[in-house]
């Protein structure tokens, strides 16, 4: 069992910078891949960026290459997301995933499918 609980959300300005963390619970969380999720209003739940369990893999969805970053510690149990050069279509609330199964895979799983423990969720807001 992984318990999720994000922070670090808030207002900010376009081209500004937020850095999102997600703290676990559990001891299986060094062996779960990470993923942060968004959703914004009347839109589907998207990936934004994912990391294997040891960070060997990383994914980003083509929208945040170059401006997010995800990273893990997992002597802290904790995942982040740095997000920089924000803009306002990044308004969405944030959520931290694990996936219990990535030692299955070879690859980094993207679908919302694949993670079986999600965070309550925190809000980003980027005005213009």
């Known amino acids: 069992q992984v318990q999720l609980v994000e922070s670090g959300g808030g207002l900010v300005q376009a081209g500004g910078s937020l850095r999102l963390s997600c703290a676990a619970s559990g001891r299986t969380f060094s062996s779960c891949a990470m993923a942060w999720f968004r959703q914004a209003p009347g839109k589907e739940r998207e990936i934004v960026a994912a990391i294997s369990s040891q960070s060997f893999k990383i994914y980003y969805t083509d929208s945040v290459k170059g401006r997010f970053s995800i990273s893990r510690d997992n002597a802290e149990n904790t995942v982040y997301l740095q997000m920089n050069t924000l803009k306002p279509e990044d308004t969405a609330v944030y959520y931290c995933?694990?996936?219990?199964?990535?030692?299955?895979?070879?690859?980094?799983?993207?679908?919302?499918?694949?993670?079986?423990?999600w965070g309550q969720g925190t809000q980003v807001t980027v005005s213009s």
């Open positions: 995933a694990a996936d219990r199964e990535s030692y299955r895979y070879a690859y980094l799983r993207t679908s919302r499918n694949a993670y079986d423990y």
